[in-house]
């Protein structure tokens, strides 16, 4: 087989996610039985103290027999996130004053009654 029919055959259809300084990259690619499964592979750039960077890369391989169940709990988790923390990013590296307000919070947090839900089990009683 040519470079150009495998280069063909394995870039079936494909989309790109920006994300700062991860890249998503969802393929669609075949199988030697010519069925088609999905790639997702997550692309994270790494500069280094000289200016050189490099990427890590972590991969997926998705098989049509598992997307129902990928999407339903795919759907399950985000919807999860998005219903407890809503769609504001919170995080340090989005919030420059992350630590600071993190440190009041904790803080408060602190100073108010503690109360425990954790019951001491000895194993003796089960």
């Known amino acids: 087989m040519r470079e150009h029919d495998m280069l063909e055959k394995e870039e079936i259809f494909s ?6 300084r991860r890249t998503y990259f969802f393929d669609v690619r075949s199988t030697k039985a010519d069925d088609y499964y999905i ?3 997550e692309s994270k750039k790494f500069t ?10 972590h991969k997926i391989y998705l098989y049509k027999e598992d997307f129902t169940a990928f999407a339903e ?3 399950e988790m985000t919807s999860y996130v998005l219903n407890h923390k809503g769609e ?11 630590k600071k307000e993190y440190t009041l919070e904790k803080q408060d947090n602190d100073s ?4 425990s839900t954790f019951t001491d089990i000895d194993f003796d009683d089960i």
């Open 15 to 20: 989309k790109v996610l920006r994300a700062g």
């Open 39 to 41: 790639t997702i592979t």
């Open 48 to 57: 280094e103290e000289d200016g050189s960077f490099h990427f890590k890369k």
């Open 73 to 75: 709990i795919l759907g």
């Open 88 to 98: 504001e990013v919170i995080s340090e590296r989005h919030q420059k004053d992350f």
């Open 112 to 115: 108010l009654p503690q109360t």
